[in-house]
């Protein structure tokens, strides 16, 4: 027996009131509408930014002039007019701010309506907050506590000036420009993003965590977020995406390098709540973005999570790339979709060092006519003695209109490798939800009670921080106290 | 005063009608029980009654306390103080046991007008409970009924009837899979639980429940309906004779 049509509507009810669809009526600096190397060059001058730069982003260009839009995602991507895009957007009266008193009060309104204090004083958390508005970021916090223990955490803009060695050594190197098209535009574009350096031995003290926000019609967002886990050493960065409710598509084309050396760790969040479009499929944004970790050293470790809750179309594989010997990669994922939303999601380990492990738990659920596939690639390579891999991808799905893929593929070089798949697909079964019922539970709570269930696994790998965040979002209360 | 008043009920599944018009009250403080032969509408009843969706009423009424229940949803029925046992509780995978707990007891007191009860109070209140049914802490933090045997499961059942404290609680078959030791300890907690401010329905196939839930009235369903009604010595009766020949007096 399949889902009720009310159970359906508790999830649509849960899942589909975009709170954060607002417009922040701010004046910005534009760059003209339009893609070519002199858009590049504005944006590559308004960041200030040395020669050598520049030269990387034409090269990304003419390289991404030449690449064809990749369709063999199991999206329905309507075509896109590069040319109809802005690719700055930065609000004004800025650039250079020496405290957050300089920052446009409009902006921080901004930010606290999105639960986002960027305030000092009034942060009890003790979360490190870098605010992304559009092109550019509008405050970091707590950088100089962070200082203190030698953890560099900046905008990425402000990085290519002040930290040009590390950038030259490391952005590019997990990504390569010419990864993929949307690399390569990324890298041609990007306008600004957080950087992340941890020295040796250092446990980051502190959560970090990028708020990106796109504000701007006909905006795109092409960020860039470099992270950089010396021997031995530790960090949890989150990131979150809002964007206001447009019935236009808005383009987000991200690129997430990670590299984490000897014994280093880098445990990566995101919760991705991007303006999902209407239920026919009218506006939201295109998610497509390429996140890679490498784990150079020996037992390095690289953890990505995810909550994928928005945007109209999500194209996203984070994935690791596990050469250290003894290196461990993992990836825990929750991709929600509903209405009309289509998301193509998963993962990629690839497994070079000996010994090297990893595990991936994908839990997709789907509702209303929306569209959800799982794609994740394990890849043994010859030289990698007893790789381990455990992968399990379970689907729940909400109503008889949507659907649910599971696309795995493996590919095992070395003998000695083991590659375990396991998948699920389920439905919410009348007697759960009669169960519930029958406890005095309402049909939304019911609903939110198993769905969140379904999703545990994963929900545990947030930080705390933004576990409540996540639970809400999935439209869902763990302890009965949230929502 | 009758908590549960079934008033000439008719209910279908799909085109079938299968109650054909029963009629039954329970006062406060009393215990029925419903014995009847597989096929007879027993668990149909238990459904009806709780408002199970795929059950249609076809005529008549069910009162709960008073008012009626027909117009009211599942989840509204429970917060009303209708409480159903299941004969095969559901598996709740990842669905943390003492979270469901408590939000069904929060329900039912958010409903009633009073103040919730936080974490702390109610983790203690549920030790307490838990306790007598030989509940264990570990049971307590796995997911709902996952994992848990069949003798697991009707305690746990148990434990939310005395947690959530129903004015009226239907117990569907909660005998069976049981073994004896703890078909007793179902029993003992069941038994605590009665009190002139409750009333209980139990369905059973068997009269060995019967034994440790000694009941008031007992009452033989037969074909969607009730076929004969006596006190609990009608158990023994239909232990002995079997369902046949009382089935063929009606």
Known sequence: MVATAETISAVEEATGKYKYGFVTEIETEKAPKGLNEDVIRFISAKKEEPEWMLEWRLKAYRYWLKMPSPDWAKLNIP????????????????????????VDPELLRTYEKLGIPLNEQKMLSGVAVDAVFDSVSVATTFRDELAKSGVIFCPISEAIREYPELIKKYMGSVVPVSDNYFSALNSAVFTDGSFVFIPKGVRCPMELSTYFRI??????????????????????????????????NQLHAAVVELVAM?????????????YPGDEEGRGGIYNFVTKRGACRGDRSKISWTQVETGSAITWKYPSCVLRGKDSVGEF??????????????????????????????????????????????????KGAENARNFTQCDSLLVGDKCGAHTVPYIISRNPSGKVEHEATTSRISEDQLFYCLQRGLSEEDSVSLLVNGFCKEVMKELPMEFAVEAQKLIGISLEGSVG | MALLEIKDLRASIGDTEILHGINLTINSGEVHAIMGPNGSGKSTLS?????????????????????SVLEMEADERARAGLFLAFQYPVELPGVSGMSFLRAAVNARLRDAGEEEVDQLAFVKMVRAEAKALGVSDEMLKRAVNVGFSGGEKKRYEILQMALLKPIMAVLDETDSGLD?????IVSEGVNALRGPERGML???HYQRLLSHIVPDFVHILAGGKIVKSGDKSLALEVEENGYADIANVA
């Open chain 2, 47 to 67: 459904y009806v009654l709780s408002g199970r969706d795929g059950y249609e009423v076809t005529g008549g009424d069910i009162l709960l306390d008073g008012e």
């Open chain 2, 180 to 184: 004896v030791d703890a078909l007793k």
């Open chain 2, 202 to 204: 139990v369905i059973t």
């Open chain 1, 332 to 381: 825990y994922s929750v991709a929600v979709t509903n209405g009309a939303q289509q998301a193509d999601t998963g993962t990629k380990m690839i497994h070079i060092g000996e010994g090297s492990r990893s595990t991936i738990i994908s839990k997709g659920i789907s509702a209303g006519k929306s569209q959800n596939t799982y794609r994740g690639l394990v890849e043994v390579h």
């Open chain 1, 262 to 274: 000897h014994d280093a760790e880098i445990k990566y969040s995101t919760v991705q709540n991007w």
């Open chain 1, 215 to 248: 504000n701007e019609q006909n905006t795109g967002q092409f960020e860039r977020t470099l992270i950089i886990a010396e021997d031995q050493s530790y960090v949890s960065y989150l990131e979150g995406c809002t964007a206001p409710q447009r019935d236009e």
């Open chain 1, 79 to 102: 075509p896109i007019d590069y040319n109809d895009i802005y690719y700055y957007a930065a609000p004004k009266n800025k650039p250079k701010l020496e405290s957050l008193d300089e």
